[in-house]
């Protein structure tokens, strides 16, 4: 019975954090409290909304790749030391990080949502 109590509880702890690591990846919070510095030196800003989304406002210097061409548009992102990717409510750039990331590109920020990146830009 004990046992079960152990198991039951690991399972819980698991549960918990595979919860936390799922939020923090898809939240859209940037999990990063250097973004204002990263942004700062030079920082490579995607917007990976919609085209028509992109036209009704986005963070000052961002490009537009949406989501669904980040991976045909690679090349955009070769020789990019820091990139920023965000959307409207950090789920898309999430994806995008995650299609980034998987591609070779080490610092890839989720910035989360594009008013939390232009608020960023200084």
């Given at each position: 019975?004990?046992?079960?109590?152990?198991?039951i509880?690991?399972?819980?702890?698991?549960?918990?954090l595979?919860?936390?690591?799922?939020?923090?990846?898809?939240?859209?919070?940037?999990?990063d409290?250097?973004?204002?510095?990263?942004?700062?030196?030079?920082?490579?800003?995607?917007?990976?909304?919609?085209?028509?989304e992109?036209?009704?406002?986005?963070a000052?210097?961002?490009?537009?790749?949406?989501?669904?061409?980040?991976a045909?548009?690679?090349?955009e992102?070769?020789?990019?030391?820091?990139?920023?990717?965000?959307?409207?409510?950090?789920?898309?750039?999430?994806?995008?990080k995650?299609?980034?990331?998987?591609?070779?590109?080490?610092?890839?920020?989720?910035?989360g949502?594009?008013?939390?990146?232009?608020?960023?830009?200084?």
């Open positions: 019975m004990k046992s079960n109590y152990i198991k509880g690991i399972l819980v702890i698991i549960g918990v595979m919860l936390n690591f799922l939020n923090s990846l898809f939240s859209g919070e940037s999990g409290d250097n973004l204002t510095e990263v942004i700062k030196n030079g920082a490579f800003l995607v917007d990976v909304r919609t085209p028509e992109f036209a009704m406002g986005s000052p210097g961002a490009v537009n790749i949406p989501l669904d061409k980040v045909a548009r690679m090349k992102f070769e020789g990019k030391e820091n990139i920023v990717v965000f959307c409207r409510s950090g789920n898309r750039s999430g994806q995008a995650q299609i980034l990331e998987a591609s070779g590109h080490k610092e890839v920020i989720n910035g949502t594009w008013q939390n990146v232009r608020n960023h830009v200084k």
